[in-house]
């Protein structure tokens, strides 16, 4: 009987070899469908068989966020998106996508399939922004929106913006992207003004955040690393409900007018659920 089996399974070349196109597809999705959406795609590349188990639609019904409805309706505002397969509808919510007036933009992380938001210094209330004397806004290409705005001297130091919208459920982290100094390009390279900087060093700038089911979180830092872009992390909410609109209040300020603060910049607000790494926004 050993012999009998051991015939079946080689010949005079030896033992059958069970090779990558010979997995059925219905296999292959089933363990793509543990992958994150980046690796799906490499997988893709492998043969025939994996591509065409990689569009199926119930792997990328469990990458795209709950409400992902909503977002084809509000923020791609075509839904005609809806015929499209789910791979589609995820690569589609997955590219930086104007919203308000291109004041935001709503977009999901491509390997987590996090929610993401940035919303432009446009989108915000600036306290003195329309007195050229404190505050301009200028070109900049480090910037999403192709615009910061920048003071370059004030007593009373007030940002502050509100967004509503309807998020998945989950933990979501907000930041204020600021940079000391004005960057310019100089004969190919990289400069920083940093002649306006000054007041930050005395007192810390006070970050809020309060969400419309009465989360509230407040956090202090003093600006620093001139030149650089840095992320200032305000705070977190949760979101637990589905298919809820969740409304959020937030600003930063300095607004003790015992001395003057100037040389920022202000590029945006980034909202990100917790999933998504710091290093891809």
Same mark, same amino acid.
């Given at each position: 009987?050993?012999?009998?089996? +051991?015939?079946?399974?080689?010949?005079?070349?030896?033992?059958?070899?069970?090779?990558?196109?010979?997995?059925?597809?219905?296999?292959?999705?089933?363990?793509?469908?543990?992958?994150?959406?980046?690796?799906?795609?490499?997988?893709?590349?492998?043969?025939?068989?994996?591509?065409?188990?990689?569009?199926?639609?119930?792997?990328?019904?469990?990458?795209?966020?709950?409400?992902?409805?909503?977002?084809?309706?509000?923020?791609?505002?075509?839904?005609? =998106?809806?015929?499209?397969?789910?791979?589609?509808?995820?690569?589609?919510?997955?590219?930086?996508?104007?919203?308000?007036?291109?004041?935001?933009?709503?977009?999901?992380?491509?390997? #987590?399939?996090?929610?993401?938001?940035?919303?432009?210094?446009?989108?915000?209330?600036? #306290?003195?922004?329309?007195?050229?004397?404190?505050?301009?806004?200028?070109? #900049?290409?480090?910037?999403?929106?192709?615009?910061?705005?920048?003071?370059?001297?004030?007593?009373?130091?007030?940002?502050?913006?509100?967004?509503?919208?309807?998020?998945?459920?989950?933990?979501?982290?907000?930041?204020?992207?600021?940079?000391?100094?004005?960057?310019?390009?100089?004969?190919?390279?990289? =400069?920083?003004?940093?002649?306006?900087?000054?007041?930050?060093?005395?007192?810390?700038?006070?970050?809020?955040?309060?969400?419309?089911?009465?989360?509230?979180?407040?956090?202090?830092?003093?600006?620093?690393?001139?030149?650089?872009? =840095?992320?200032?992390?305000?705070?977190?909410?949760?979101?637990?409900?589905?298919?809820?609109? #969740?409304?959020?209040?937030?600003?930063?300020?300095?607004?003790?007018?015992?001395?003057?603060?100037?040389?920022?910049?202000?590029? +945006?607000?980034?909202?990100?659920?917790?999933?998504? +790494?710091?290093?891809?926004?």
């Amino acid at each position: 009987m050993g012999a009998n089996i +051991s015939g079946y399974l080689s010949d005079s070349d030896g033992p059958l070899q069970l090779r990558l196109g010979d997995i059925p597809e219905s296999c292959v999705a089933l363990v793509l469908m543990y992958l994150d959406p980046l690796d799906i795609c490499r997988m893709a590349r492998l043969n025939r068989a994996f591509r065409s188990a990689s569009l199926a639609d119930f792997i990328w019904e469990l990458k795209l966020p709950s409400n992902y409805r909503f977002l084809v309706e509000k923020v791609l505002t075509d839904t005609s =998106v809806m015929d499209l397969g789910k791979r589609d509808i995820f690569a589609r919510l997955c590219k930086p996508n104007p919203y308000d007036n291109g004041e935001k933009e709503i977009w999901l992380d491509k390997r #987590t399939g996090g929610l993401c938001v940035s919303i432009s210094s446009k989108g915000l209330r600036i #306290t003195g922004i329309d007195d050229r004397r404190y505050w301009n806004h200028i070109p #900049t290409q480090e910037s999403r929106f192709q615009t910061v705005a920048y003071l370059q001297q004030i007593w009373w130091f007030e940002v502050d913006g509100e967004f509503e919208f309807q998020f998945p459920p989950g933990t979501y982290r907000m930041f204020f992207r600021l940079q000391l100094g004005k960057t310019s390009k100089r004969l190919g390279r990289r =400069v920083c003004n940093s002649e306006h900087i000054h007041g930050w060093d005395i007192k810390p700038v006070r970050f809020q955040l309060s969400t419309s089911d009465g989360q509230h979180v407040v956090s202090h830092f003093y600006l620093d690393n001139p030149g650089n872009w =840095v992320l200032y992390h305000a705070g977190n909410f949760v979101v637990e409900k589905h298919n809820v609109l #969740t409304k959020i209040n937030f600003s930063l300020s300095q607004i003790d007018c015992t001395h003057t603060k100037g040389g920022l910049c202000l590029d +945006s607000v980034l909202i990100c659920n917790s999933d998504v +790494s710091k290093e891809s926004l």
